[in-house]
């Protein structure tokens, strides 16, 4: 690694995290290592499993380079790699939770892990519930003995809801609860969150790590009182990644510095277009100061990246999809933290407590990295379509 990593710039970081050309030749970045069997040189070495690598599934130095990057960004302990950002979301949850144990999770969380939680989870006799976005310190008075993990993710999937990570981590810990977020949309890079007290960050490394559509890669990162635990769960569970996806993700976590400022400038710019728009009843996106949760976003982190919602001024599905139908640049897909722009229509079904705005459709936009204008001019296409249906 180059330099002193404490001292170093972000994007100095980014450039030569995990990387020791000298332990690989001098070659600049960590072979691509496919492997199960590692040998060992002879039976003593072989039943002590003294040695650094012993089997595929444990880990390779291609896999490792990527954990130990991940650690430089995070300020973690340890980090694991797993095959999609949804594992990397229930490996924790089959870690530290048991029969029995009590579990809150924000009601404005990714779909996928209420599905897990709600099925998987109460199979297994953990009792689940759902918590408001806002709640913040109060967040006390819903801990129960048995509360084993206070789940956050911030801001909300799809309506965008800050929350209070400080107060909700310091209320779960007096209350002998793990903290577990969801950081997706922020990255390391935009807010740390085991310096505000979560015990374990997650990321869908599939976004702005991977950063091209092409791959799929979860990680979840541990503090130092955390990591055994959640490093014998990944080891029990057997969901190790190959070394192609992880070194993919190696290579977009190298501009991922670079392609976040552009996110960051292109999303805002268009969102702030968008609070002017008549036709719009209002832009769901942090960063902006007409947003409820604002204040907290401006304390706690340091940037904000290129996906946000737009509620339209009335309507229903009809105008949703005239105004999907009309996108050209934009692609309508599941997804974001690639390079290209892309919408859909966003259902709030699930939610129990934060059951979002109801002006009219919400529209979540991933602004990718095409020129504004272009953008500007396709999401008109989109509005116009929407309002004459
Ligand atoms: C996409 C996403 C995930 C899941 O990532 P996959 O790699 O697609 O499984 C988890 N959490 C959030 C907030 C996401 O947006």
Same mark, same amino acid.
């Given at each position: ?22 332990? $690989? ?14 040998? #060992? ?9 003294? /040695? ?43 870690? #530290? ?10 009601? !404005? ?6 599905? #897990? ?32 993990? *206070? ?16 107060? +909700? ?15 997706? @949309?922020?990255?390391?890079? $935009? ?10 960050? +997650? ?12 791959? =799929?890669?979860?990680?979840? !990162?541990?503090?130092?009182?955390? @990591? ?21 993700? &190696? ?12 996110? /960051?400038? %292109?999303? &805002?710019?268009?969102?702030? @277009? ?41 309507? %229903? ?6 105004? &999907? ?10 997804? @974001? ?6 919408? =859909?229509?966003? !259902?709030?079904?699930?939610?129990? +407590? ?11 936009? /991933?602004?990718?990295?095409?020129? *504004?204008?272009? =953008?500007?001019?396709? +999401? ?10």
């Amino acid at each position: 690694m180059a330099g002193d990593a404490r001292k170093d710039g972000i994007n100095t970081m980014l450039a030569h995290l995990g990387n020791d050309p000298h332990a $690989f030749h001098g070659f600049v970045n960590p072979p691509v290592v496919r492997a199960s069997t590692v040998l #060992f040189p002879d039976a003593g070495t072989m039943a002590s499993r003294n /040695q650094k690598y012993t089997y595929g599934t444990r880990g390779t130095p291609t896999t490792d380079a990527l954990a130990s990057a991940m650690d430089a960004l995070e300020g973690s302990a340890g980090t694991i790699i797993v095959p999609s950002g949804l594992a990397a979301v229930c490996v924790p949850f089959l870690a #530290f939770l048991s029969a029995g144990d009590h579990a809150l999770i924000v009601d !404005s969380v990714y779909y996928p892990t209420r599905h #897990f939680a709600n099925g998987m989870l109460k199979r297994l006799g953990v009792e689940v519930e759902y918590y408001a976005p806002e709640i913040g310190a109060d967040i006390a008075r819903q801990m129960k003995p048995n509360t084993k993990v *206070v789940f956050t993710e911030a801001p909300g999937s799809n309506t965008f809801e800050m929350q209070d990570i400080p107060a +909700i981590a310091d209320a779960a810990h007096a209350g002998g609860a793990v903290v577990m977020m969801d950081n997706t @949309w922020a990255t390391p890079l $935009f807010f740390r969150p085991l310096d505000h007290g979560v015990d374990v960050s +997650i990321q869908a490394a599939t976004k702005y790590p991977a950063g091209h559509s092409d791959v =799929l890669l979860g990680t979840a !990162s541990a503090s130092k009182a955390c @990591w055994e635990r959640l490093h014998e769960a990944f080891v029990t569970l057997g969901v190790c990644v190959g070394a192609d996806d992880a070194y993919q993700v &190696l290579r977009g976590l190298r501009t991922m510095g670079v392609r976040l400022e552009r996110h /960051q400038e %292109s999303a &805002l710019a268009i969102a702030r @277009w968008l609070e002017e728009r008549p036709e719009v009843a209002e832009v769901l996106h942090p960063a902006l100061e007409s947003h409820p949760g604002h204040e907290i976003w401006k304390r706690d982190f340091s940037g904000s990246s290129g996906i946000f919602s737009i509620v339209l001024k009335g309507g %229903s599905q009809r105008e949703a999809h005239a105004f &999907l139908d009309a996108l050209r640049i934009f692609g309508l897909g599941y997804s @974001w933290g690639g390079f290209e722009s892309l919408a =859909l229509h966003v !259902s709030l079904g699930d939610r129990t +407590i934060a059951k979002g705005p109801d002006a009219g459709p919400i529209i979540r936009l /991933q602004i990718g990295l095409e020129d *504004v204008d272009d =953008l500007k001019n396709d +999401i008109e296409r989109g509005l116009r379509a929407a309002a004459t249906v």
